[in-house]
Nanobody, 124 residues
Framework: QVQLVESGGGSAQAGGSLRLSCAAS????????MGWFRQAPGKEREGVAV???????SYADSVKGRFTITQDSAKNTLTLQMNSLKPEDTAMYYC???????????????????WGQGTQVTVS
């Protein structure tokens, strides 16, 4: 059974940094996509950053140049380093995982069957 457990959320001042981590277990895909989605109150879920099993990454335009997604395959850990935070980054952040279906990992929420419980990020 796939399990994703996020940690590292919290509060930060605008311009500050936070680092999110996701511990993944129970998956056996050799080709997969992992990523971070976020959802603010009253808004749809947004695919913030994704990475595939080969290390290729993709970012939403709203976070390009500020957020960095990395993975440690040996430790089954996914990380999102968030710098230059803005109040509009305030949201619940979710770690996601699924098999890689196409050439690139998708930023669409319905392409991911496995979700963590989420961790809150608040920027003021």
């Amino acid at each position: 059974q796939v399990q994703l457990v996020e940690s590292g959320g919290g509060s930060a001042q605008a311009g500050g940094s936070l680092r999110l981590s996701c511990a993944a277990s129970g998956y056996t895909y050799s080709s997969y996509c992992m990523g971070w989605f976020r959802q603010a109150p009253g808004k749809e879920r947004e695919g913030v950053a994704v990475i595939d099993s080969d290390g290729s990454t993709s970012y939403a335009d709203s976070v390009k140049g500020r957020f960095t997604i990395t993975q440690d395959s040996a430790k089954n850990t996914l990380t999102l380093q968030m710098n230059s935070l803005k109040p509009e980054d305030t949201a619940m952040y979710y770690c996601v995982l699924d098999v890689k279906w196409g050439e690139h990992c998708s930023h669409a929420a319905n392409m991911y069957n496995y979700w963590g419980q989420g961790t809150q990020v608040t920027v003021s």
